[in-house]
C-alpha cells in the first residue's frame, strides 16, 4: 500500500481501469528508487466526469497525471497549455501541474525516439518507413517529423481517410518530405528497399496470434533497423526474423518503458532508474 503524508508530491492516472495494472507498481517503484516523496495512484474516471477531475487535481495540488483511453483527447481542453508534439499529435497522455499550471504532454511518441536512440538508431536524416496510420503511428511519426526528422517519412496504411489526414497534418506541421502510400505488399516492397529503419505500429504479431508479421521476411536485411510497437509477445515474429538477418532491433518493452521514462521525468525533474524501471516491466509484462 503507498503511504501518502502531507509532504508527498502525488501523481496519478485517469482512465480505463485496464490501464491501471502496471503504471502504479512501476512509478513507485521508481520513485522509492531515487528516495523521492512522490506516491502514484490511480482513478477510474467516468469521461463525464473527466473536467472535474483535472479541476480537483490541480486543486489538491497533484503534481501530475498520466491520462488514458478514452480520455486523451479530451483531457486537451481541461488544462492551460499543450507542449507542440503533443498538439500535433492531437492527444496528451500526461499532464503536469507546475504552480497551478497545467501543461499537457504526449510522452508516446517521445518513447520510441528515446527507445530508438537508446538502440544507437537516430531516425534524423534517415529514411524511414511507418506501418500503420492509428495512434500509435500518429504518434511516433508526428514525433519524429518534430523532434528528429528523417529525410522520407514514408507511411503506409489500410484505412485511406484516416492515412490522408495523418499525411496532411505531418505535411502541416512536422519538418520532413512525407509520402502516404496503400499498405500492400508491392507497395511495401518497393518502400523497404530504399530504407533505414522500419517502425510496426499495426496490432499484427500480437498475441495470440504471434506467428504472424507485417512483412516478409524477405524484405528484411542487415542494415534496416526495425522497431515494433507490439510488447506482447516481447520479441514478436517480425522481430525474430530481422534479428535473423543481423538487423538491430527495438522491441516494444523498450518503447513502453521509454514512455514511462519520460513521464518519470517530467513529473519529478529528475533522471529516471532506467534499469529499475526495466526489472519492474520484465517482471510483470
Do not use: W
Amino acid at each position: 500500500m503507498t503511504t501518502i503524508t502531507a509532504q508527498t508530491r502525488v501523481c496519478g492516472i485517469l482512465g480505463h481501469p485496464v490501464g491501471h495494472s502496471l503504471s502504479p507498481v512501476l512509478h513507485n517503484v521508481a520513485f522509492a528508487a531515487r528516495g523521492l516523496p512522490f506516491a502514484y495512484v490511480a482513478h477510474d474516471v467516468r469521461p463525464e466526469d473527466l473536467p472535474a477531475a483535472i479541476a480537483g487535481a490541480r486543486a489538491l495540488g497533484y503534481r501530475g497525471l498520466s491520462v488514458t483511453i478514452p480520455h486523451k483527447v479530451a483531457a486537451m481542453a481541461c488544462v492551460d497549455e499543450v507542449d507542440p508534439t503533443a498538439r500535433g499529435i492531437g492527444c496528451i497522455n500526461t499532464v503536469v501541474n507546475t504552480k497551478g499550471r497545467l501543461r499537457g504532454h504526449n510522452s508516446d511518441g517521445l518513447g520510441a525516439l528515446g527507445a530508438l536512440r537508446a538502440a544507437g538508431v537516430d531516425p534524423a536524416g534517415h529514411r524511414v518507413v511507418v506501418l500503420g496510420s492509428g495512434g500509435a503511428a500518429r504518434a511516433i511519426a508526428m514525433t519524429l517529423a518534430l523532434e528528429a526528422p528523417p529525410a522520407k517519412l514514408s507511411v503506409l496504411g489500410v484505412v485511406p481517410e484516416e492515412l490522408a489526414i495523418l499525411v496532411s497534418d505531418l505535411t502541416a506541421r512536422g519538418r520532413a518530405p512525407v509520402e502516404g502510400l496503400a499498405f500492400d505488399e508491392a507497395t511495401l516492397g518497393a518502400a523497404l528497399a530504399g530504407a533505414e529503419l522500419l517502425l510496426n505500429c499495426t496490432p499484427v504479431g500480437m498475441h495470440p496470434k504471434t506467428d504472424a508479421s507485417p512483412v516478409p521476411a524477405r524484405y528484411l536485411r542487415r542494415n534496416l533497423s526495425v522497431l515494433d510497437a507490439v510488447y506482447n509477445p516481447r520479441r514478436t515474429q517480425l522481430l525474430k526474423d530481422a534479428a535473423a538477418t543481423g538487423a538491430t532491433v527495438v522491441e516494444g518493452l523498450e518503447m513502453f518503458l521509454g514512455q514511462a521514462v519520460v513521464q518519470f521525468e517530467l513529473f519529478t525533474g529528475e533522471p529516471a532508474p532506467v534499469e529499475v524501471m526495466r526489472q519492474v516491466l520484465e517482471a510483470n509484462l
